[in-house]
T-cell receptor
Framework: DGGITQSPKYLFRKEGQNVTLSCEQNLNHDAMYWYRQDPGQGLRLIYY???????QKGDIAEGYSVSREKKESFPLTVTSAQKNPTAFYLC????????????FGDGTRLSIL | DQQVKQNSPSLSVQEGRISILNCDYT??????FLWYKKYPAEGPTFLIS?????DKNEDGRFTVFLNKSAKHLSLHIVPSQPGDSAVYFC???????????FGQGTTLQVKP
């Protein structure tokens, strides 16, 4: 089945540590996105990539970094500079930039120990 | 600055009746609108979308209405079913970008 796989589903981080969240898609989609969801809030865009080796900051990029070395993969690193990293992180992809629905993975919940 | 707003945090309806979820936006550059459904600990699932050149789009039990002059869209679910109980997010996309701006979500409960 085609889809988006996020791993792990639950992740714990100690203060001061960087942590990388995985996102893999086999939908042959060009564009990929990372969102963050906090309780009672909508999804907020962290980073997005429309093509391999290119990505742009979203609305809340501070404290995060990404790479897009392969079409299928768009990992997100939550760095120690992110002061409030506890959240639900969602990865999405779409066939191309423009008016197309984005399809989401099942998310990773990150918690601080 | 909340560009997409869902002012009702929750909605409760009886099975078989109509559910109406509302969404307001402020940016006139938005030209593509979507509704997503989300269960706890899962990713959102795309439901239905509408382009700004239309005022209505229908897919089975789901209909989205767009009122551009009022900057308002709504999702109608008829008839509502208990399995429709979830959080519903509206989202909007500015012209020719892949970015989506999401509302805060509305929790729908459909009672049997």
């Amino acid at each position: 089945d085609g889809g988006i796989t996020q791993s792990p589903k639950y992740l714990f981080r100690k203060e001061g540590q960087n942590v990388t969240l995985s996102c893999e898609q086999n939908l042959n989609h060009d564009a990929m996105y990372w969102y963050r969801q906090d309780p009672g809030q909508g999804l907020r865009l962290i980073y997005y990539s429309q093509i391999v080796n290119d990505f742009q900051k979203g609305d809340i990029a501070e404290g995060y970094s990404v790479s897009r070395e392969k079409k299928e993969s768009f990992p997100l690193t939550v760095t120690s500079a992110q002061k409030n990293p506890t959240a639900f992180y969602l990865c999405a992809s779409s066939i191309e930039r423009g008016p197309r629905p984005q399809h989401f993975g099942d998310g990773t919940r990150l918690s601080i120990l | 600055d909340q560009q997409v707003k869902q002012n009702s945090p929750s909605l409760s309806v009886q099975e078989g009746r109509i559910s109406i979820l509302n969404c307001d936006y402020t940016n006139s550059m938005f030209d593509y609108f979507l509704w997503y459904k989300k269960y706890p600990a899962e990713g959102p699932t795309f439901l239905i979308s509408i382009s700004s050149i239309k005022d209505k789009n229908e897919d089975g039990r789901f209909t989205v209405f767009l009122n551009k002059s009022a900057k308002h869209l709504s999702l109608h679910i008829v008839p509502s079913q208990p399995g429709d109980s979830a959080v519903y997010f509206c989202a909007a996309s500015p012209s020719n970008t892949g970015k989506l701006i999401f509302g805060q979500g509305t929790t729908l409960q459909v009672k049997p």
